[in-house]
């Protein structure tokens, strides 16, 4: 086992600073911050007990069933600066869970640690500047990011930076670019050996405003994979795309990107339709929702393959009840083909389902319960599972 510090010191990938769990929003290549309001320094202190199995259709040494109760605890803070020329925000999230009946081939505890931080800067009528940085060091795949595998491998870090710069040329007409470099890397070998990657994307946008609210984009992208132990699935692709960007109100707005990909590596040269799109909705501080898509080539799992399609959606709502009460749910889907290699082309469905209840006993102390499933279906057998994670927990804010 191993802690790749030299990836942690090679920034990687970009998101909203506001939110950890918006890593699948990225793909729509909005890098603007949650930069709403101001919100002061806020700490929180998290405590939560669960239960948590998975269950493999067909165990093997190296994917074996687990049934534990667990336990674990968190500090996180959030501060906001919406100043009108500089404004950024970060959020920090540190914490461990412990499983009581262990987890085979790893250790009984896991840690998680994740920053976000995002700046923009304006430095002049026409010209701005901002960067968007994410980092995090866990144990639960991501299937709306896609960076990760879906299976439970152990501890990975994972991250991005974005910097990008705009320029308005004119009152309708401005330009985009922007350099994102992201990454991940697993603490176990085996994993490691197959999966730890740097991914280097330089993209150049041309929009132009229709109106105040519509406008419509071109945009050119040119990525590089370069695994850490792998030459055979180094790959690049070549984006070419157009879109609109769509604000309905100001708190309902919509992003869409659409186009193809050419993607060539040491055993695919091939091109396909590429797509991402988002929406956003806010009421009023009461009701919130995030929708995603995105559809393409995919870095993750490749295995013995010759490459992997992808594609990957997901929606989040957050409702507030009452001023005490409020529930929240997500859920994830993804859809894959992976294809050439030695074996037979396989096709796999991943569903992530999610759902939270909340309540507020004190205006600084809150308990919530929450329920989360997870199914895998592959036409390799061996990678099939289903998984059920419930667990309860009290939040101090101050």
Partial sequence: MRLPTSLFCAVVFGTS???????????????????GEDQPLTWSLTTRGGYDSLSYSVPSPLLQDFESYYIQGGVGATYTDADQTTPWSIDLDLGSIHYLDGIPRYDDTFYNARIAFSIAHQISQRLKISNNFYLSYEAEPNVATGASTTLYNGQYLYGFNNFNVSYAWSQRFSTTTSLTVDGISYEDDVVGSLEDRLSYLIAQQFSYALTKRTSLTAEYRYRITDYRDRDDVDATSHFVLAGVDQAWSERFTGSFRAG????????????????????????????????????????????????????????????????RV????????????????????????????????????????????????????????LREFNRHNVSVGVTASF
């Fill in 17 to 35: 600073a506001l939110s950890a769990f918006s890593q699948g929003l990225t793909a729509v290549r909005d890098f603007s911050g949650d930069f």
């Fill in 260 to 323: 193809a990909e050419f993607f060539k590596s040491d055993r695919s040269n091939s091109a396909a339709p590429y797509a991402e799109m988002a929406l956003s909705y806010l009421v009023a501080r009461k009701t919130s929702a995030r929708w995603f898509g995105s559809v393409g080539y995919d870095a993750a799992e490749l295995g013995g393959f010759d490459n992997r399609y992808a594609l990957r959606t997901g929606i989040n709502v957050n409702h507030q009840i009452s001023k």
């Fill in 326 to 381: 409020g529930i929240n749910a997500g859920t994830s889907y993804a859809y894959s083909t992976f294809d050439g290699g030695l074996g037979a082309d396989v096709e796999e469905h991943t569903l992530l389902l999610s759902t939270g209840l909340s309540y507020q006993v004190l205006e600084n102390l809150s308990l919530d319960a929450r329920y989360s499933y997870s199914v895998l279906q592959s036409g390799d057998a």
